[in-house]
C-alpha cells in the first residue's frame, strides 16, 4: 500500500523549484542582461525585464570577442581530450585486469597515485615539456659532446638543435591533460564487475586479446563510456589555465579565455551586457553535449544490471 502525503508532496515540489530559481537564476539574468542596452545594464539595480538589444549584443560579442574562432578551438580542445583520455584509460583498465604481469598491482597504484597531482601543481614541469619535447635529448647531446662530433664531421659547418615545441598548437592544447586515472580506475571496476565465463569462453573460440576487448568489453562499457565523454568534454571545454599558459597567438585562444578578455576591466566601460552575451554562447556547446547525452549519461551512472 502506497501512502498519500499531499502536504509533504506539495512541500517537495516547492523545495525543488526554490533550488531550480537559485541554481538557474544566475542564467536568467544573464539572458536578461544580454537584452539590455548599456544604459539600463548599468543601473543598479539592473532591470529584470528582458529589452529588445538581445541579437545586437550577440552579435557585437560574437564578433569583438571572435568567438567563432575561439568556441571551435575549445571544441577541439575538448573533443581530443576526451578521445585521448577514454582511449588511453580503457586501454590501460583492460591491460591491468586481463593480463597477467609483475608489479601489475604496482602499475595501477602508480597510475591511481596521480589523482595528488592536479594540473595545478604539475603546470610548470608539463610547460617546460611542452615547450620543447626533446628538450631532455637536447640535454643529453649537449653532455655527451655530440655537436663537437658533427661539427668535426662537417668542417663546423653544421650543428644540431633538438627543438620541438608544442606550443601554439592544438596537440600542445591537448596531449599533456589526456592521461585520467579517474577514469582508468572507473574502467576497471566495471572490467572487474564482466563475469570471468566471458574472457574464458572467449579464449576457448580463439578470440585474441584484441578481438575480445574489441567484441565483448567495449560493447558492455558504451554506457560507462557515454557518461564519462559528458564528465570530460566538459572538463576539457572549461579549461582556463592552462590554455592561457601555453597559448600566445590569439588564433589559437579558447572561448573560456575569450570570454574572460571581455569582461570589463577598471577603466573599461561597464559593457556587462556583451561580457553576459557572450557567456551565454560560450556555454552553448557542453550544454548541447549534456543534452544530447543526457539519457545515457544517466543511464552509464546508475545502471546496475550488465
Given amino acids: 500500500m502506497v501512502e498519500r502525503t499531499p502536504l509533504l508532496d506539495i512541500f517537495t515540489y516547492l523545495f525543488l523549484m526554490a533550488g531550480i530559481l537559485i541554481v538557474g537564476f544566475p542564467i536568467i ?12 545594464v548599468s543601473k543598479v539595480p539592473m532591470p529584470l525585464i528582458p529589452g529588445d538589444q538581445f541579437w545586437v549584443n550577440m552579435q557585437e560579442a560574437w ?18 581530450i576526451t578521445m585521448g583520455k577514454i582511449t588511453i ?14 608489479f601489475r598491482a604496482v602499475a595501477f597504484a602508480s597510475v591511481f597515485c ?9 603546470i610548470m614541469p608539463t610547460y617546460e615539456v611542452a615547450a620543447n619535447v626533446l628538450g631532455p635529448l637536447q640535454a643529453l647531446w649537449d ?19 633538438l627543438d620541438w615545441s608544442l606550443l601554439d598548437s592544438y596537440t600542445g592544447l591537448i596531449l599533456p591533460l589526456i592521461a585520467s586515472a579517474t577514469c582508468t580506475f572507473l574502467f576497471r571496476q566495471f572490467f572487474l564487475t564482466v563475469p570471468e565465463e ?14 575480445f576487448f574489441r567484441k565483448i568489453l567495449l560493447p558492455l562499457s558504451k554506457t560507462n563510456i557515454a557518461a564519462l565523454v559528458v564528465i570530460e568534454f566538459v572538463y576539457g571545454y572549461n579549461q582556463y589555465l592552462w590554455p592561457l599558459l601555453i597559448t600566445t597567438n590569439p588564433k589559437m585562444t ?28 560560450v556555454m552553448l556547446p557542453p550544454v548541447l553535449v549534456v543534452l544530447f547525452m543526457q539519457r545515457w549519461f544517466v543511464k552509464g551512472l546508475i545502471e546496475k544490471e550488465k
Fill in 114 to 122: 596521480t589523482l595528488m597531482l592536479p594540473v595545478e601543481v604539475r
Fill in 89 to 102: 584509460s580503457i586501454l590501460g583498465a583492460f591491460s591491468i585486469v586481463y593480463f597477467d604481469y609483475r
Fill in 143 to 161: 653532455f655527451l659532446h655530440l655537436n663537437a662530433v658533427v661539427s668535426w664531421f662537417t668542417a663546423n659547418e653544421f650543428e644540431l638543435a
Fill in 63 to 80: 564578433s569583438r570577442g571572435d568567438l567563432g574562432t575561439q568556441i571551435m578551438n575549445s571544441f577541439i580542445m575538448a573533443t581530443g
Fill in 254 to 281: 579558447t572561448a573560456v579565455i575569450g570570454l574572460q578578455n571581455l569582461i570589463p576591466q577598471a577603466d573599461d566601460l561597464p559593457e556587462w551586457n556583451l561580457a553576459l552575451g557572450a557567456a551565454i554562447l
Fill in 198 to 211: 566471458l574472457c574464458e569462453a572467449a579464449k576457448m573460440d580463439g578470440a585474441s586479446p584484441m578481438t
Fill in 29 to 40: 539574468y544573464s539572458l536578461i542582461a544580454a537584452t539590455q542596452t548599456l544604459e539600463d
